[in-house]
């Protein structure tokens, strides 16, 4: 039986490295299996949970999906679309923040990170932010999420939801229960300037992550910066637990190449960062300046983004607006 995969993407700039390797290359792979109904969407409601300028919100809208595109989604075999092109994501998001509770919520590590220190000055939406995910899940009776390891605590929140809704109105499996796609190895790539910190869209340094849209010269120069130790690559997975960042340029080389972190351990035991540096930017050029040209070739297309998305809105309004319906009715509207 097909997965009915669903996963969103927030239209924030500066998608990486982090973002291909731990969700968007994963979307492909789902979507290639022709068994499976793929739904991709660009989370601009979610965008707004921290301020946006509108001109940059809209290109960073189609950006998004030219992304998706190069990277080697079909839209032809997917729906993509923007969330609020849909009204039905927010409406939903307000019923299941009724159901909700406020202990789940505050339990929520990413709100925590956002947030900061100030948390009272945090938008009332940042904090909301998972309800407003698991309307997006729930809408399309969703079966598999593919996601960064980032998103594992949203998901346990949203079958929370799910399960409370359908026993609070006795519907039996009405929304159903997704499960996480979390890739087992390289699920949460770090930033290359510190390897216990997250490779982030919103890290002030932009030498820290590798933007998909960087130059080959760009990319090879932050990996040629990117932070490691004095000790030569070590022979086992157990030696690399105190170090960080050589743990995090292997794992990328690794997820480049399909490979397990044994087997590149295994390919560069006992040599120096240079060399293996060399190696991994050769490899990222390879892999990802081809995505890098076709994003900057696809942006000029306006009109052909802009089609993928008006049509993907007419098809998700479809399923979105039934189930909506069904939940008034459940509800007593
Ligand atoms: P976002 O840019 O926050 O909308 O994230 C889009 C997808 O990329 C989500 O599935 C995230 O879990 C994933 N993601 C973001 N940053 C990273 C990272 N550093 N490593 C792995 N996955 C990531
Ligand atoms: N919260 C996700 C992130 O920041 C994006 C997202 C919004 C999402 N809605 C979703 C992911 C639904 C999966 C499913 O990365």
Same mark, same amino acid.
């Given at each position: 039986?097909?997965?009915?995969?669903?996963?969103?993407?927030?239209?924030?700039?500066?998608?990486?490295?982090?973002?291909?390797?731990?969700?968007?290359?994963?979307?492909?792979?789902?979507?290639?299996?022709?068994?499976?109904?793929?739904?991709?969407?660009?989370?601009?409601?979610?965008?707004?949970?921290?301020?946006?300028?509108?001109?940059?919100?809209?290109?960073?809208?189609?950006?998004?999906?030219?992304?998706?595109?190069?990277?080697?989604?079909?839209?032809?075999?997917?729906?993509?679309?923007?969330?609020?092109?849909?009204?039905?994501?927010?409406?939903?998001?307000?019923?299941?923040?009724?159901?909700?509770?406020?202990?789940?919520?505050?339990?929520?590590?990413?709100?925590?990170?956002?947030?900061?220190?100030?948390?009272?000055?945090?938008?009332?939406?940042?904090?909301?932010?998972?309800?407003?995910?698991?309307?997006?899940?729930?809408?399309?009776?969703?079966?598999?999420?593919?996601?960064?390891?980032?998103?594992?605590?949203?998901?346990?929140?949203?079958?929370?939801?799910?399960?409370?809704?359908?026993?609070?109105?006795?519907?039996?499996?009405?929304?159903?229960?997704?499960? +996480?796609?979390?890739?087992?190895?390289?699920?949460?790539?770090? =930033? /290359?300037? @510190?390897? !216990?910190?997250?490779? &982030?869209?919103? #890290?002030?340094?932009?030498?820290?992550?590798?933007?998909?849209?960087?130059?080959?010269?760009?990319?090879?120069?932050?990996?040629?910066?990117?932070?490691?130790?004095?000790?030569?690559?070590?022979?086992?997975?157990?030696?690399?637990?105190?170090? +960080?960042?050589?743990?995090?340029?292997?794992?990328?080389?690794? =997820? /480049?190449? @399909?490979? !397990?972190?044994?087997? &590149?351990?295994? #390919?560069?035991?006992?040599?120096?960062?240079?060399?293996?540096?060399?190696?991994?930017?050769?490899?990222?050029?390879?892999?990802?300046?081809?995505?890098?040209?076709?994003?900057?070739?696809?942006?000029?297309?306006?009109?052909?983004?802009?089609?993928?998305?008006?049509?993907?809105?007419?098809?998700?309004?479809?399923?979105?607006?039934?189930?909506?319906?069904?939940?008034?009715?459940?509800?007593?509207?």
């Amino acid at each position: 039986m097909g997965k009915k995969i669903f996963s969103g993407v927030q239209p924030t700039g500066n998608l990486h490295l982090g973002n291909y390797l731990g969700a968007i290359k994963n979307f492909v792979k789902l979507n290639n299996d022709n068994e499976n109904d793929c739904i991709f969407c660009v989370v601009d409601l979610h965008a707004i949970t921290v301020k946006q300028n509108f001109e940059e919100l809209r290109n960073n809208i189609r950006e998004t999906v030219a992304t998706f595109i190069a990277c080697g989604i079909n839209h032809e075999k997917s729906i993509i679309f923007n969330q609020s092109a849909v009204p039905a994501h927010s409406e939903a998001a307000w019923i299941l923040s009724c159901v909700a509770r406020m202990g789940w919520l505050n339990r929520m590590t990413q709100f925590k990170e956002k947030a900061g220190k100030d948390k009272e000055r945090a938008s009332i939406g940042l904090y909301s932010y998972p309800i407003l995910m698991a309307a997006d899940i729930l809408l399309y009776d969703s079966s598999h999420v593919p996601v960064g390891e980032d998103q594992k605590q949203h998901l346990e929140l949203c079958r929370d939801i799910a399960q409370k809704f359908n026993n609070d109105y006795s519907v039996g499996t009405f929304f159903k229960a997704p499960e +996480p796609l979390i890739q087992k190895q390289f699920a949460r790539i770090m =930033s /290359l300037k @510190d390897g !216990t910190k997250k490779m &982030s869209k919103s #890290e002030l340094s932009d030498l820290s992550r590798i933007n998909l849209t960087d130059d080959k010269d760009v990319m090879v120069n932050k990996i040629k910066k990117a932070k490691t130790d004095a000790l030569p690559i070590p022979g086992s997975i157990d030696e690399l637990k105190k170090r +960080p960042e050589a743990k995090n340029l292997l794992g990328i080389y690794s =997820s /480049l190449m @399909d490979l !397990t972190l044994e087997k &590149s351990i295994y #390919e560069f035991e006992g040599k120096n960062f240079s060399e293996f540096k060399s190696k991994l930017s050769q490899v990222l050029v390879e892999k990802i300046n081809p995505i890098s040209l076709e994003i900057k070739k696809l942006i000029n297309e306006k009109k052909f983004l802009d089609k993928i998305l008006f049509d993907g809105h007419v098809k998700a309004n479809n399923i979105a607006s039934k189930k909506l319906k069904k939940i008034h009715e459940i509800i007593g509207f």
